[in-house]
């Protein structure tokens, strides 16, 4: 079997004895079991692997051998998680096994494993590998007929969209974790009324509500990963806010596509759930409207139209200074199944590598906006306010069209399915600073 299946590691009466993992609001009770690096707060030493467990991570380098063994020790043991993305599902799975005997309740090793255990209060979360590659996808429908909608109010979608999981090539180098500080770009944009461009700060900073996909098993160039294979690839989710200008984007992409307007910050989550923990929130793929084409051949595959979607319910929220001053807990602006999505993860690999290109271990995808169907499940400030043109209310007593400085905008997500233990992703906050003097 290629794919993560459901198994011993999610049963649902299983606890730990870390108290705080079987709290059942936690993110990260023993069924999750995300990796990510840190570092203990003003040790100013290299990053190490961890795991999070209720309100506290695994250090992964002292109980390297325990784990995996001596052959595969030195994976745990790096600053990055590259090394261990660089194997395959079999290793993965072998080593979830390991962590869940581990830190079961009742488990013999507790008294060896309980000093490598560190309070996330105390710890700083770092980039868990530094991607080679992004590419954003686009592969929300409604994001996509809405966002449209706003260009093309009478054709919204383009002629490819049902044929082509859309996506470009972002900037990896820019890509960074929660607690961001996001400078408000400077750039090229018309204003209001005008028709020349001026350069100056984006008047239209948005977000978008994604997911991020960290690939594993690096394949060979000039050798296409065939879609019944390709969620081998897969190694674990996160979530990823896209920061877009929205002003530098319109005047900048045709012909080529966003530059500028997306190049300057990514924002996401520290901890990777991996593909093994999101086994009981497989779903179908999205069915498909009658009417609509079927797959191309080589982004065909039963399997993956039975089984390769995921459901994961993405939240995107926002605080402004004042409410943050005031004591306010943030408002949510949408929340979005990634169920929905008309592209499977496995489709996104196939086509991303059929033309040759290959995979690195610790490529990272963005699903694209995240959009559902009605108007609080929208996943960017575009399609909430309507291009800009229709403000909504804070509690603070302002209103927003797009982001001002101070405004923090925070991601979350949860996997929630009858029968199964609920996990989460933890946090995935940037705030916006001014633009720097131009
Ligand atoms: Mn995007």
């Given amino acids: 079997m290629s794919d993560s299946q459901i198994d011993e590691t999610h049963a649902p009466d299983r606890r730990s004895w870390i108290g705080s993992a079987n709290d059942p609001l936690t993110d990260f009770p023993i069924q999750n079991l995300p990796f990510g690096v840190f570092r203990r707060r003003g040790s100013g030493a290299s990053g190490r692997i961890g795991v999070a467990i209720g309100d506290r991570i695994l250090d992964l380098a002292g109980l390297a051998d325990r784990l995996a063994g001596e052959a595969d020790a030195a994976l745990l043991a790096a600053p990055s998680l590259a090394p261990l993305m660089g194997r395959e599902p079999r ?68 002629p490819n969209y049902k044929y082509v999981p859309i996506g470009y090539n972002g900037r990896a180098s820019t890509i960074g974790i929660d607690g961001a500080e996001i400078r408000r770009p400077n750039g090229q944009r018309l204003l209001p009324g005008g028709s020349e461009p001026a350069f100056g700060p984006s008047l239209r900073l948005d977000y978008e509500m994604e997911l991020g996909i960290f690939l594993g098993g690096a394949s060979a160039t000039g050798e296409p990963v065939p879609i019944g294979g390709a969620w081998r690839h897969v190694f674990g989710f996160c979530l990823l ?40 929130f497989r779903t179908a793929a999205c069915a498909r409207s009658d009417g609509d084409p079927a797959p191309l051949p080589y982004l065909a595959d039963p399997r993956d139209q039975r089984a390769g979607g995921v459901d994961i319910a993405v939240s995107a929220w926002l605080r402004t200074a004042a409410m943050t001053a005031a004591g306010m807990p943030a408002l949510r602006l949408g929340t979005a199944s990634s169920a929905g999505l008309y592209w499977t993860p496995a489709q996104m690999v196939a086509h991303q590598t059929s033309n040759g290109c290959n995979l690195e271990a610790g490529d ?18 575009l399609e909430i306010t309507r291009g800009g043109s229709a403000p909504f209310a804070l509690p603070d007593g302002t209103s927003r069209t797009f982001l001002e400085d101070g405004d923090e905008l925070s991601m979350t997500a949860r996997c929630d399915r009858p029968g199964f233990v609920p996990i989460g992703f933890g946090a995935c906050r940037g705030t916006v600073l001014p633009a720097p003097a131009g």
């Avoid at 080679?132 to 919204?156: E, K, Y």
């Fill in 364 to 381: 990272l995808y963005g699903t694209g906006t995240i959009s559902g169907d009605g108007a609080t499940a929208l996943g960017s400030l």
């Fill in 91 to 158: 290793l993965w799975r072998a080593l979830r096994k390991a962590l869940v005997r581990a830190l079961e309740a009742g488990s013999p090793q507790q008294g060896a494993v309980e000093p490598h255990l560190v309070a996330m209060s105390e710890a700083d979360m770092l980039l868990p590998v530094r991607p080679g590659g992004f590419v954003d996808f686009f592969a929300s429908l409604q994001h996509a007929t809405n966002a449209g909608r706003l260009f093309r109010p009478t054709a919204p979608l383009l």
């Fill in 241 to 280: 806010n896209d920061w877009s200008a929205r002003d530098i984007q319109a005047w900048e992409y045709q012909p080529l596509g966003p530059f500028l307007g997306k190049s300057f910050a990514t924002t996401i989550s520290p901890w990777i759930v991996t593909a093994e923990a999101l086994a009981p």
